[in-house]
C-alpha cells in the first residue's frame, strides 16, 4: 500500500520509517504548494503537481497547522512549557505585572489550557500581579474548571478580550499592551509576556484543507477541537491529520491506526451499502451537492460535465439529495415496500448517541414507570452512524423508532447528530410516500447534562399508539 505524506517537517522521516517497518511505502510532497488538484477516494486517491501524479491508497497530512504567534512588536515572549522561565517569572512581580496570553478564535487546546492556569495560580500563589489574556478559553477538559476557580480566587485577573495589540519598548525592555473586551479598554506595561506556541490557522495549511476538501472547524482546524476521536481523524476517509508536536510513542500508535483502516476501506469498497446516485440526464453540473457532501464523496466528471459519487466516501447520510435543485440525486434503499413495515409490537427502538442520547435515556428511565418497557435502545458511537437502512429496518419489528442524539453544535463528531434527523425524516417521507403514518420516526435532540429537556419529547412518542 502506498501512503502519501503531504507536509513539511520533521517527523516525515519518522512516519517513512514507521510505514516501511509495516511494509508499505511512502510519497512525500513536502511543498504542498506543489499540489495544482486532488481527486479520488480512500484507496484510489490522486494527486497532480506541476510534476506529474501520486496514486496513493491513504493520505496523512503533517503540514503545521498553526500560524506563527502572536506579533509581539518586536519583543520575545516566554513558552508557558518552559519550566526554567515560568520558575522565574516570579521575580519580576515588583516591576509590573506578570501576563499570561492565550490567543485563539476558537477554543484553546486542552493542554494549553492546562498548563496556562497552572502556572497564573502558581505566580499569583508567590504573590505576583498576574493578568490573564483571553480571547476563547477551553475549561471544559479535565480539571480545567476547577484551576480556573483556583487561579481566580488567588487573585489572577482574566480578560476576555476582543481587540489585542502589543509593542515593545527596547530600551525599557517592556510590553506595551492595548487590550479591549469590546466594552473597556485596558492598558498594561509588562516585562514578563508567557503564551504557547502560536495561534490560528495558517493560509497554506487552509488552502491545503480545501484542495483535500477536509471539514473544518469555524477557525479552520481539521481536527483541533476534537480530542475525544481519534486525533489522526478528519472529516474524509481515508486523509489523516497527524499533529507535528506529538511525541513517537503516540506516532507509532496512530501510524499502527492509520495503516489499519485500509483493511476497512477495502472491506467497505466490497459491500453493498446505502449510497447516493446521480443521474446524469439530470443533473445541471451546479456544484450544489458537491459544497454540501460533509463526506467528500461528491467529485466532478469534468469530461461529461456531471457530478459522480465516489460510493466508499459515500455514508448514505442524503444530504446531496436533499439539496439537489435538480432532483437528480437519488437513495439506494429508498424504496420499500408497506407491507414489509409491519411492526405492531408497540415497543420503541431508541438508536441513541452514546455521548448525549443513552446517558440522558438512562437517568430518565426510572421515572418513566411502566413506560420504561415499551424502550429498546441500542448504544451507537454517534447519531451519524444512524443509517437510513437501520432505522427502516426496526419498523419491521418495532412500532416506532427514535434516533435519539446530541443537541445542535454540541456533536462531538462534525455534524452527525443532524445527519441522524436527516435520517428520521427521509424515513418519514418514505413512509407517508408508501401510505404508512409517519408518525413512526423521530429524531430528538438532548444533552447528556441535560436529560430532562427531552423527557417530554420521548413520553409523547411513548404515549401514542403505535
Known amino acids: 500500500m502506498n501512503v502519501l505524506i503531504l507536509g513539511q517537517n520533521g517527523i516525515n522521516g519518522e ?29 484510489e486517491f490522486k494527486a497532480k503537481t506541476g510534476t506529474g501524479e501520486v496514486e496513493a491508497a491513504l493520505v496523512i497530512v503533517t503540514e503545521p497547522d498553526r500560524k506563527p504567534m502572536p506579533d509581539m512588536g518586536g519583543g ?10 515560568m520558575e522565574g517569572a516570579w ?14 478564535f476558537n477554543e484553546s487546546p486542552p493542554a494549553s489550557t492546562a498548563r496556562a492556569l497552572e502556572e497564573a495560580l502558581v505566580l499569583a500563589s508567590k504573590k505576583a500581579s498576574t493578568v490573564f489574556l483571553f480571547r476563547f478559553m477551553r475549561t471544559a477538559a479535565s480539571g480545567s474548571e476547577e484551576l480556573y476557580l483556583k487561579a481566580r480566587n488567588a487573585g489572577v485577573t482574566f480578560i476576555k478580550y476582543e481587540k489585542l495589540a502589543i509593542s515593545y519598548d527596547e530600551g525599557a525592555e517592556s510590553f506595551d499592551i492595548e487590550v479591549s473586551d469590546g466594552v473597556q479598554d485596558v492598558n498594561l506595561k509588562t516585562q514578563f509576556i508567557a503564551t504557547d506556541s502560536g495561534h490560528g490557522v ?17 477557525a479552520g482546524y481539521v481536527n483541533e477541537s476534537r480530542y475525544f476521536l481519534a486525533p489522526a481523524l478528519t472529516g474524509r476517509k481515508g486523509v489523516y491529520y497527524i499533529n507535528p508536536d506529538n511525541s513517537e510513542s503516540w506516532l507509532q500508535e496512530t501510524l499502527e491506526f492509520i495503516v489499519s483502516t485500509a483493511g476497512a476501506v477495502a472491506k467497505e469498497a466490497g459491500e453493498d451499502k446505502n449510497h447516493a446516485t446521480v443521474d446524469g440526464d439530470k443533473c445541471a453540473f451546479c456544484y450544489t451537492c458537491y459544497r454540501a457532501c460533509p463526506h467528500g464523496a461528491m467529485a466532478p466528471d469534468d469530461e461529461n460535465r456531471v457530478m459522480q459519487n465516489m460510493e466508499s466516501a459515500c455514508e448514505g447520510c442524503g444530504a446531496c439529495a436533499a439539496v439537489c435543485p435538480g432532483n437528480a440525486i437519488a437513495m439506494s434503499g429508498d424504496e420499500f415496500a408497506a407491507a414489509s413495515l409491519q411492526g405492531k409490537s408497540g415497543k420503541v427502538k431508541m438508536f441513541c448517541c ?24 441500542e448504544t451507537v458511537p454517534c447519531g451519524g452512524r444512524i443509517g437510513f437502512e437501520q432505522m427502516s429496518a426496526a419498523l419491521r419489528s418495532y412500532g416506532k ?7 445542535d453544535d454540541a456533536c462531538r463528531h462534525f455534524t452527525g447528530n443532524k445527519s441522524a434527523c436527516k435520517q428520521a425524516q427521509r424515513l418519514s417521507a418514505m413512509l407517508e410516500k408508501a401510505g404508512v403514518d409517519k408518525k413512526r420516526a423521530y429524531c430528538i435532540k438532548t444533552s447528556h447534562a441535560m436529560p430532562n429537556a427531552a423527557r417530554d419529547e420521548i ?3 411513548l404515549n401514542d399508539n403505535c
Not at 452514546?354 to 435502545?377: F, Q, V
Open 15 to 43: 512516519i517513512e520509517k514507521c510505514l516501511t517497518a509495516q511494509g508499505h511505502s511512502a510519497a512525500v510532497i513536502s511543498d504542498i504548494g506543489e499540489i495544482k488538484s486532488f481527486s479520488g477516494e480512500a484507496g
Open 76 to 85: 520575545m515572549p516566554a513558552s508557558i512549557f518552559d519550566a526554567a522561565a
Open 91 to 104: 521575580a519580576f512581580k515588583a516591576k509590573s505585572p506578570v501576563v499570561i496570553l492565550l490567543d485563539y
Open 202 to 218: 495558517s493560509e497554506k495549511f487552509s488552502m491545503l484543507a480545501k484542495k483535500l476538501r477536509l471539514k473544518a472547524d469555524e
Open 354 to 377: 452514546e455521548n448525549s442520547g443513552e446517558i440522558a435515556l438512562r437517568e430518565i428511565l426510572p421515572g418513566l414507570g411502566e413506560l420504561a418497557a415499551k424502550i429498546d435502545c
Open 401 to 407: 423508532v427514535v434516533a435519539l442524539v446530541c443537541m
Open 459 to 461: 413520553l409523547e412518542v
